[in-house]
């Protein structure tokens, strides 16, 4: 089996990469979603995320608020460190237990981690390959704007929150464009995981 992280910049396009892995054959698991469910009403990380930032990070149905929650950390190193030490080791925890899991039922899987903050939280030095999705910071900027309603301000800050793509690539081992067509990166992404098969 091989387990590659998928990484990039916010708004680059990793997650219809990782749909197209998906497509091939492989096997997804999204930090996103285990950091969702890592942080769920009365879950440990939520009490130690309410106890460091305070209950003003809730709705009313004790869900946590990510834009308030955003505004505060996005922008403030010190405070994004606070909730990334609370969250990044229980998604790894329960990445490594999926990976594990998996690999027990399928022996030469290819298995695609695909996080966001991957190199930030350490978990590239996991990972047997890595692939970087990338696009200009113009077009993060534009797509961000149109996704989410942010400012053009909030959008910088948020890309700015993030690890610059530049170094992320130089730890690529597959570096995919993320303002190609989409029948380009279909064929990219089938041409890279027929090789990652290989290795598998």
């Known amino acids: 089996m091989i387990v590659v992280g998928l990484t990039g910049g916010l708004a680059t396009g990793k997650s219809s990469v990782a749909r197209l892995f998906q497509d091939c054959g492989a096997i997804v698991i999204d930090a996103d979603v285990l950091a969702r469910e890592a942080v769920e009403p009365g879950r440990p990380a939520w009490r130690d995320i309410v106890r460091v930032f305070g209950k003003k990070v809730l709705q009313p149905d ?103 793509l530049a170094q992320k690539i130089k730890l690529a081992d597959y570096v995919i464009d993320g303002t190609l067509s989409f029948e380009q990166t279909k064929n990219e992404v089938q041409r890279i995981y027929a090789q990652l098969e290989q290795l598998a």
């Open 62 to 164: 004790r869900a946590l608020d990510r834009r308030t929650l955003g505004r505060i950390v996005f922008g403030n190193r010190a405070k994004m460190k606070q909730l990334n030490a609370i969250v990044h080791p229980r998604v790894a925890r329960e990445q490594n237990r999926l990976t594990r899991e998996i690999t027990s039922k399928e022996l030469d899987a290819v298995i695609i981690y695909d996080a966001p903050v991957l190199i930030e939280a350490g978990a590239h030095n996991r990972m047997n390959k890595i692939i970087v999705v990338a696009a200009d910071q113009a077009t993060q900027i534009k797509r961000l704007c149109n996704r989410s309603h942010f400012s053009r301000a909030e959008a910088l800050r948020r890309i700015r929150s993030q690890l610059p």
